[in-house]
């Protein structure tokens, strides 16, 4: 998928230059696409080719499996299926989950303390089983534990991949809880029947009050995925196209601490404002407005949370209800999401949002340069 | 933009390249890949299909070319923590990693061929008649003939631009060139090949 950028120094107006273009196209790009290895195995080279010394990662989110667990793949696949004739499928999509959740701090906390309510439901569909194992909500997030077992399918092709898609989770009087990121163990599945797992996170901000417990509808999509989808093989393709699973579940919910703070800092003349911290124990998450940064504009911002004689960390804040072409007003909320089990913390917390400006395509002329760091000290009871 | 929410948006809608929105994601997908690895892959996706297309011109066969491929991102994982944004498209980051890799390659060892390694055979893939298939065909190959003749610098131009997809800019970036002078240049360079394929195909 490659766009025409030959503005500005061919005119199109002209047949003859058109038809050159094209043909030096044809020329330049009639070689036969090889077999490209998958992003899975390029990442195990690396693995390989760093010597097996991964980096520490500050984050760990949508990821396959840790390198070194990578490399270990088939045994605990091997593993898996083992505990799975033995000592029954729930163990192995236990053992499964349970590494996966490793992942993500305030995840693994979670299913350290035994916070998920365990579901076990299971759909089969052209032989693919699904069991939603497990499912966690509060007032940020609502997650879900699944395994999907595969049958033995022919390969799928150069590069195709099995992938959720389009995850959709409806409390029962309609409220949508958008789809946010997901964590993987390995979605290049290559061997027949061994099992994907994934946790699921959906946005919570939309639950209203503080409900005890949540009836909750969950559809998802699971397809041979890839950028050029003729790399998944026809069969891969006809038959995951239609794989749509749907669970009805309840929930408890768990409405954490919600500190309203609505402290304003102005710094290099904008005023930016804390409005409120929902604290959860999946989830810490500040909301903020006065950040003036927009999708396009070359702008990105750093945050940090101090407290009790630790920092965490945050990418980049991200607008409440989604990003949209439409840029963002000074009204405009944003959030910052801290992926780390705090819920139990209480006292004296620093919160600083640093901006950075920078350009796309060379543009920007202050690039690399802070415009500013706006700094919220305040206490969570 | 968060990768985690990227990563899932482009598997269900994989966007088109280089729009102001994709170059910003990329941006992002960059710095969050220095921390997780996983937010490397969309580029891996999108930008595996330019590089091979480009490395190809200088190798001597496609397996070579494959495997060059994949070395530059495998150099490219190892530069992840030394990345810098600077208004550098990722494109372009990617290019640079391609170009010294086939100069060094070049140096080290013979096989590399100097441009263009362009395809023997040539299939032009929209005519449908028969005739205007042969016609075309022959047009291309003469075509193929006259990009041969040029010196290799212009030839480099033409591959940033064709076999890379690059924008002028972008190919200034990548050569550490003004972009008006590579615009420029560009612009003679197809402005006389159109004569010459012009007068050709009359």
């Known amino acids: ?381 | 933009m968060d990768h985690r929410f990227v990563l899932s948006a482009l598997r269900q809608n994989p966007p088109q390249v280089n729009d102001a929105e994709t170059e910003w994601a990329e941006t992002e997908w960059m710095e969050a890949a220095k921390t997780d690895l996983a937010a490397f892959e969309p580029l891996y996706l999108r930008y595996r299909e330019r590089i091979y297309q480009y490395v190809r011109l200088r190798s001597p066969s496609d397996e070579d070319a494959a495997d060059a491929t994949q070395e530059v991102f495998l150099r490219a994982m190892k530069a992840l923590p030394r990345y810098q944004t600077r208004g550098i498209p990722v494109v372009v980051w990617l290019l640079r990693i391609t170009r010294h890799l086939a100069i060094n390659q070049q140096r080290r060892q013979r096989p590399w061929v100097s441009w263009d390694a362009l395809p023997d055979r040539l299939q032009p893939t929209t005519e449908q008649d028969v005739e205007l298939l042969v016609q075309r065909q022959e047009a291309l190959e003469r075509l193929k003939i006259f990009v041969g003749t040029l010196k290799p610098a212009e030839r480099e131009l033409l591959a940033l631009r064709y076999a890379a997809g690059l924008s002028a800019p972008e190919i200034a970036a990548v050569i550490g060139k003004r972009p008006p002078a590579v615009r420029k240049q560009l612009s003679r360079l197809l402005q006389s090949l159109k004569e010459r394929y012009a007068h050709e195909n009359q």
């Open chain 1, 1 to 381: 998928m490659r766009t025409n950028k030959s503005a500005g120094f061919a005119d199109h107006t002209d047949p003859e230059l058109a038809q050159l273009e094209e043909g030096l196209r044809t020329i330049y790009t009639a070689r036969t696409r090889p077999d490209y290895p998958t992003w899975s195995q390029l990442q195990a080279k690396h693995a390989a080719s760093e010597g097996g010394n991964q980096r520490e990662t500050v984050l760990r989110w949508v990821r396959p499996l840790p390198v070194r667990s990578r490399r270990w793949a088939p045994i605990l696949a091997a593993l898996a299926l083992l505990l799975v004739l033995t000592a029954g499928a729930y163990a192995g999509a236990r053992l499964i989950l349970n590494q996966l959740a490793q992942s993500e701090p305030a995840t693994h906390n979670l299913v350290t303390h035994g916070q998920f309510t365990a579901l076990n439901q299971s759909m089969t569909i052209d032989g693919f089983t699904m069991t939603l194992e497990e499912a966690y909500a509060d007032a940020n997030r609502a997650i879900l534990g699944i395994v999907v077992t595969k049958p033995n399918l022919a390969p799928l092709g150069t590069g195709g991949v099995w992938s959720f898609e389009q995850m959709r989770l409806q409390t029962a009087n309609g409220v949508i809880l958008p789809a946010g990121y997901f964590m993987l163990n390995d979605d290049t599945v290559k061997l027949g029947g061994s099992p994907s797992a994934t946790f699921m996170s959906f946005d919570a901000e939309n639950i209203q009050g503080a409900p005890s417990t949540l009836h909750l509808q969950a559809k998802i999509t699971y397809r041979c995925f890839h950028t050029d989808s003729s790399s998944c093989s026809e069969k891969a393709l006809s038959v995951a196209n239609d794989l749509n699973w749907s669970f009805q579940f309840d929930v408890p919910f768990h409405p954490g601490r919600v500190a309203s703070l609505q402290q304003s800092v102005t710094r290099a003349g904008a005023t930016m404002t804390l409005e409120r911290v929902v604290v959860t124990p999946s989830e810490t998450r500040a909301y903020i407005t006065g950040l003036s940064y927009g999708y396009t504009d070359g702008r990105s911002s750093f945050s940090r949370l101090a407290l009790a004689g630790k920092t965490y960390t945050a990418n980049n804040a991200v607008p409440v209800g989604g990003w949209t072409d439409q840029g963002f007003s000074q009204g405009t909320e944003w959030s910052v999401s801290f992926y780390e089990p705090l819920v139990a913390q209480h006292g004296a917390w620093t919160l600083s949002v640093q901006v950075w400006e920078r350009g796309t395509g060379g543009a920007c002329k202050c690039e690399g340069t802070p415009a500013g760091t706006w700094t919220f000290q305040f206490v969570v009871p």
